[in-house]
């Protein structure tokens, strides 16, 4: 699902995230592993003042692993919980189910203090579009849980999701927009496949993402195309049009379609795992 964001649109979705807030203990904060801070909202963390807050790296599995534990790192150190993930598959959420309840902690103890016993820790997703929200609260909440529906007498209310004895999840996600003012964010964005293609200029960034490969992982597109790394990436992407036998009619190379190719295999995770963005840079 892609989406243009307008001023109107943000509004509203801003003012319905605060209503939404303050019915929940924490928010589950989805980024793209692979470009941790270009699919984060800039105004989450304003939103989301004292709240709990968990942060779900997901696309693990086409991120780089050491990447993705220097980003752990990087959030936890920010104080925020963190849990790597592919939402696709079903290990990993039990995980989940225990960190929630550790960033909650504090409610808890408070609730006990209080004389509340087992009020369930109340949840929401939230994240820019295309991150895997659905995917995670499909797999997450599974068949298993059941819908709580509005109370008697509430006429407008929310969905619940109760997943366990101890957590329950707004059904809807929260949608944020990126910072998409931000040209380098704009790129990633492309490059993961967020932003449509018919507005991008795939030639342009098939180079790009051949700059960032060729800068940061070494020996990638040297053993998956047979080309030489040490040249500028137009004469890269011409070696991979030759190799790959991208050629228009009059045997001329078609570079448009060496670059969808590129592009396809990375984001398929077929060219590796793959980071875009780098915490100490
Ligand atoms: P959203 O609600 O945040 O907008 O995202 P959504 O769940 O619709 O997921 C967007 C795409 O990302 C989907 O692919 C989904 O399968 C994929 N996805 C979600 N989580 C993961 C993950 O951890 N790893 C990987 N590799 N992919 C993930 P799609 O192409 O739109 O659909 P489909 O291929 O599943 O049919």
Redesign the pocket.
Known sequence: ?HFQWYPGHMTKAKRQMQEDIKLIDLIIE?VDARIPLSSRNPDIDELGRQKARLILM?????ASEEQSKKWSDYFQKQGYFVVK????AKTGMKAISAVILEACKEKIERDKKRGIKNRPVRAMVV?I????????INTYAGKACTKTGNKPGVTKGKQWIRLNKNVELLDT?GILWPKFEDQRVGLYLALIGSIKDEILNIDELSLELIQILKENYTGILKKRYEVTEEQTPANILEQIAQNRNCVKKGNELDYSKAAALVIDEFRS?RLGKITLEFPEK
Do not use: E, H, I
């Open positions: 699902m989805l997901n696309k693990a599995d086409l993930l592919d939402a696709r994240g579009p295309n991150v895997g929200k659905s995917t995670f996600p995770g």
